[in-house]
Nanobody, 127 residues
Framework: QVQLVESGGGLVQAGGSLRLSCAAS????????MGWFRQAPGKEREFVAG???????VYADSVKGRFTISRDNGKNTMYLQMNSLKPEDTAVYYC?????????????????????WGQGTQVTVSS
């Protein structure tokens, strides 16, 4: 069982930055494939960024060049650095983890790939 706890959300003006954190339980964190997803009111959950166990990364087109996913295996923590935030980035952000090892990003872009999810953290970007 893997437990995930997000933090770092909040209210920020357009153009600002936030860094989200996702603390994970488990002794094999470095082998997890991890992802960030978000869900805005009235919309379906969407993929934001993902990182497999060998640190290959993939981003949604809407955040490419603005967001950066990273991990610190010593702290069992994944991060999402969000820069140049826009009002359309407003959503609840969720981190997710899977013990599966995937080479193809087509797998870790999918929400159905992940067995474990955090409770979410709210990000609000004002115009």
């Amino acid at each position: 069982q893997v437990q995930l706890v997000e933090s770092g959300g909040g209210l920020v003006q357009a153009g600002g930055s936030l860094r989200l954190s996702c603390a994970a339980s488990g002794r094999t964190f470095s082998s997890y494939t991890m992802g960030w997803f978000r869900q805005a009111p009235g919309k379906e959950r969407e993929f934001v960024a993902g990182m497999n166990w060998i640190d290959n990364t993939v981003y949604a087109d809407s955040v490419k060049g603005r967001f950066t996913i990273s991990r610190d295996n010593g702290k069992n923590t994944m991060y999402l650095q969000m820069n140049s935030l826009k009002p359309e980035d407003t959503a609840v952000y969720y981190c997710a983890a899977t013990l599966g090892r995937y080479y193809s990003s087509s797998y870790y872009r999918r929400g159905t790939t992940y067995e474990y999810w955090g409770q979410g953290t709210q990000v609000t970007v004002s115009s």
